[in-house]
């Protein structure tokens, strides 16, 4: 993947987690925005954060993103059983002309 | 309410081709870009083709150029992905996506290629 994220993470519930996102100049470091799904099993993924900061309308606030430089992270605060699943930042780069994900991170609670 | 109902998906040989679907209700395409985004098994997302609101616009990946064609019907409100030459490494859930990275982004619930012999 173009975008390169943590296999994975875990923490126990109630903890705080980061989920780190690390491009290119081509694609963050060029000022594109990343925004970030969530992938529960068998299901499609879900918006979760836009534009490097904004949530959807009905995303909990213990989720928000954070883009500097050429990376950005994903940080779930006050972690719950539910948030177990899969998460993929997304931006658009240059040199692909396309849209490209990241490799995609589990997360675990304990 | 925003739906994308993805169809056409199914088992195909490789070499041959398929033809997936997106009906789109709740918005009208026209005003919107739309996206294919596939998901091998067991494996991350992969943006696939776009085409833009007006339809003066259309990329691919360069793993599907020459092989996949996207299209629409505004009159239907149907978005389509026409799948030529299809090879063991397109086999993936298919996602329709409107507006992908922006407040609007919705994602359809996915259909399944399997390219086998």
């Known amino acids: 993947s173009v975008l390169t994220q943590p296999p994975s993470v875990s923490g126990a519930p109630g903890q705080r987690v980061t989920i780190s996102c690390t491009g290119s100049?081509?694609?963050?470091?060029?000022?594109?925005?990343v925004h970030w799904y969530q992938q529960l099993p068998g299901t499609a993924p879900k918006f979760l954060v836009y534009?490097?900061?904004n949530r959807p309308s009905g995303v909990p606030d213990r989720f928000s993103g954070s883009r500097s430089g050429t990376s950005a992270s994903l940080v779930i605060t006050g972690l719950q059983a539910e948030d177990e699943a899969d998460y993929y930042c997304?931006?658009?780069?240059?040199?692909?002309?396309?849209?490209?994900f990241g490799s995609g991170t589990k997360v675990t609670v304990l | 309410e925003v739906q994308l109902v993805e169809s056409g998906g199914g088992l195909v040989k490789p070499g041959g081709s398929l033809r997936l679907s997106c009906a789109a209700s709740?918005?009208?395409?026209?005003?919107?870009?739309m996206n294919w985004v596939r998901q091998a098994p067991g494996e991350g997302l992969e943006w696939v083709s776009t085409?833009?609101?007006?339809?003066?616009?259309?990329n691919y990946a360069d793993s599907v150029k020459g092989r996949f064609t996207i299209s629409r019907d505004i009159a239907n409100n149907s978005l389509y992905l026409q799948m030529d030459s299809l090879r063991a490494e397109d086999t993936a859930i298919y996602y329709c996506?409107?507006?992908?990275?922006?407040?609007?982004?919705?994602w359809g619930q996915g259909t399944l290629v399997t390219v086998s012999s």
């Open positions: 996506t409107r507006d992908i990275g922006t407040r609007d982004d919705s």
């Open positions: 709740g918005f009208m395409l026209s005003r919107f870009s």
């Open positions: 085409i833009t609101h007006t339809g003066g616009y259309i």
């Open positions: 100049s081509s694609n963050i470091g060029s000022g594109y925005d």
């Open positions: 534009g490097n900061t």
């Open positions: 997304q931006s658009f780069d240059s040199s692909l002309s396309g849209y490209v």
